[in-house]
T-cell receptor, first 111, second 115 residues
Framework: KAGVTQTPRYLIKTRGQQVTLSCSPI?????VSWYQQTPGQGLQFLFE???????NKGNFPGRFSGRQFSNSRSEMNVSTLELGDSALYLC??????????FGPGTRLTVL | GQQVMQIPQYQHVQEGEDFTTYCNSS?????IQWYKQRPGGHPVFLIQ?????EVKKQKRLTFQFGEAKKNSSLHITATQTTDVGTYFC???????????????FGQGTILTVHP
């Protein structure tokens, strides 16, 4: 099976702009989670979607949002970008409550 | 909420030496997972522990869950340069009454292996 794919792999934006990141889970996986990874804060959970519904949400401001489509593909959106949003954004898919399979991530740089 | 403290933050070893990273919690954990992230890569699932005192082995890697389920360790015997990376422990937190949850990661231990 193909692994989790994320697009784009790299992105450069300026403050105030918005960005949309995409994630395609492993075929058959219905759960998709998003994480933000920074050197200072480590890996932090953003939200999780299952069957187009957000089941879990982390402690991030409302500028961070996501959605999931009927084919389980997911997008996350960050509006009004701030410098501190520069990070590696990781998507992970799973079938159940155990193993999470991570994608390669999208490296976002905010200037 | 539940959190884990992971130590050490950094570990430098000579190839062939052993390496251990620890995760500690003040509360009882229902489970703990371990992931490895190579430099420039993404986290890769290694193992999940759920039982008190559980010990699992994967070749040179030994994973242990404490008897009180408040701590866990990952031990690598005779490190190799391919072991380089960041090792994370993670809790799968299941909100009450649900069978799904979110992962809360420790800060990770960055392992450097000198040839």
């Amino acid at each position: 099976k193909a692994g989790v794919t994320q697009t784009p792999r790299y992105l450069i934006k300026t403050r105030g702009q918005q960005v949309t990141l995409s994630c395609s889970p492993i075929s058959g996986h219905r759960s998709v989670s998003w994480y933000q990874q920074t050197p200072g804060q480590g890996l932090q959970f953003l939200f999780e979607y299952f069957s187009e519904t957000q089941r879990n949400k982390g402690n991030f401001p409302g500028r961070f949002s996501g959605r999931q489509f009927s084919n389980s593909r997911s997008e996350m959106n960050v509006s009004t970008l701030e410098l501190g949003d520069s990070a590696l954004y990781l998507c992970a898919s799973s079938q159940g409550v155990d193993t999470q399979y991570f994608g390669p991530g999208t490296r976002l740089t905010v200037l | 909420g539940q959190q884990v403290m992971q130590i050490p933050q950094y570990q430098h070893v000579q190839e062939g030496e052993d390496f251990t990273t620890y995760c500690n919690s003040s509360t009882t954990l229902s489970n703990i997972q371990w992931y490895k992230q190579r430099p420039g890569g993404h986290p890769v699932f290694l193992i999940q522990l759920v039982k008190s005192g559980e010990v699992k082995k994967q070749k040179r890697l030994t994973f242990q869950f404490g008897e009180a389920k408040k701590n866990s360790s990952l031990h690598i015997t005779a490190t190799q340069t391919t072991d380089v990376g960041t090792y994370f422990c993670a809790l799968l937190i299941l909100p009450g009454g649900t069978s799904y949850g979110k992962l809360t990661f420790g800060q990770g231990t960055i392992l450097t292996v000198h040839p």
